[in-house]
């Protein structure tokens, strides 16, 4: 037995916060900040052949860089990213959001490490558990653009 969330479980992927965001389908970005270069490397990858322009960032330094620069409309964000101040890191990219639109979702660890109710709190949209089926995030990623897509 162990503390792992049933694959379709809240607790396993869930979006707290749906936002209104207008974007051709040719203009969506996607940002990928995870600590583990080659896992990283994968999901971008396949966000790419899933049709959703998506770029990596592997630490803080360059997660800040990115969204600047990019702008991305949707940023999933490794929590291990930025250590014990990860909090005030969602909290900074958040600031850099002009419109209020963009998402953020958290990829975090299994309960009880990272409760959902400190994620929230801290300013993400929603979150993915790590290691989380790809098909569940592209299904947010589907969802999210499906949504907001300007025809």
Same mark, same amino acid.
Request: hydrophobic content about 40%; overall charge positive; charged content about 25%.
């Given at each position: 037995m162990?503390?792992?969330?049933?694959e379709t479980?809240?607790?396993?992927?869930?979006l %707290?916060?749906?936002?209104?965001?207008?974007v051709?389908?040719?203009?969506?970005?996607? !940002?990928?900040?995870?600590?583990?270069?080659?896992?990283?490397?994968s999901?971008?990858?396949?966000?790419?052949?899933?049709?959703?322009? @998506?770029?990596?960032?592997?630490?803080? @330094?360059?997660?800040?860089?990115?969204?600047?620069e %990019?702008?991305?409309h !949707?940023?999933f964000?490794?929590?291990?990213i930025g250590?014990c101040?990860?909090?005030a890191?969602?909290?900074?990219v958040r600031?850099?959001?002009?419109?209020?639109g963009r !998402?953020i979702?958290?990829?975090?660890?299994?309960?009880?490490?990272e409760p959902?109710?400190? !994620?929230k709190?801290?300013?993400?949209?929603?979150?993915?558990?790590r290691?989380c089926?790809v %098909?569940q995030m @592209?299904?947010?990623?589907?969802?999210y653009?499906a949504?907001?897509?300007v025809?």
């Amino acid at each position: 037995m162990n503390n792992r969330a049933y694959e379709t479980s809240p607790a396993q992927c869930s979006l %707290w916060n749906r936002k209104k965001l207008r974007v051709r389908p040719d203009a969506r970005r996607v !940002l990928v900040a995870y600590a583990e270069r080659a896992l990283g490397i994968s999901l971008v990858s396949l966000f790419e052949l899933k049709g959703f322009p @998506t770029q990596l960032a592997i630490d803080a @330094t360059s997660l800040k860089g990115v969204v600047e620069e %990019w702008r991305p409309h !949707l940023v999933f964000l490794d929590t291990r990213i930025g250590g014990c101040a990860n909090y005030a890191l969602v909290r900074e990219v958040r600031r850099q959001d002009d419109d209020a639109g963009r !998402l953020i979702i958290a990829m975090s660890s299994f309960l009880p490490e990272e409760p959902l109710g400190r !994620l929230k709190e801290a300013g993400y949209d929603g979150h993915c558990r790590r290691p989380c089926p790809v %098909w569940q995030m @592209t299904d947010l990623l589907d969802e999210y653009f499906a949504c907001h897509a300007v025809r």
